[in-house]
């Protein structure tokens, strides 16, 4: 992860002492290596943290596509993504939960919600975050 999220007030920040090298040949009961599981929220937290960004920075275009200034765009797009991510964490709801609560079947949030899976938003978002974990085995290997 860049410095630069350690410059936002709620990033994640993870530390992993350089003397800290776990056994290769450990592995779990569900047959991972304690090496990969440690390395995984890494990979997590920065690859989510690129790709907030980037739906912050998709939500302004489109806003400015569709006609907002690009200020009020991008203010509109920050604080969305701010907002259900602070939500989802005071109330503890899982993100799935309060998606469907603000989705009306044939609505305005249901119509965007369809295109977003019809151009493979989750598809994308999953392949990030194994892009980056593989990418970071494979930096980690001697």
Do not use: W
């Not at 275009?61 to 969305?80: D, M, Q």
């Amino acid at each position: 992860m860049s410095g630069l999220s350690v410059q936002a007030p709620r990033a994640v920040v993870l530390i992993r002492p350089h003397c800290f090298r776990p056994n290769p040949h450990t592995r779990d009961d569900n047959g991972f290596q304690a090496h990969d599981q440690r390395r995984t929220p890494e990979q997590v937290a920065a690859a989510a943290y690129a790709e907030a960004t980037r739906l912050a920075e998709a939500l302004t275009e489109a806003g400015v596509r569709e006609g907002l200034g690009t200020e009020v765009a991008r203010a509109l797009a920050l604080e969305t993504v701010y907002g259900a991510g602070r939500l989802a964490r005071e109330t503890g709801e899982h993100p799935a939960i309060l998606r469907e609560r603000v989705t009306s079947p044939g609505g305005t949030t249901s119509a965007g919600l369809a295109a977003l899976e019809s151009g493979g938003f989750r598809a994308a978002l999953l392949a990030a975050v194994r892009a980056a974990t593989q990418r970071s085995r494979e930096l980690g290997k001697p």
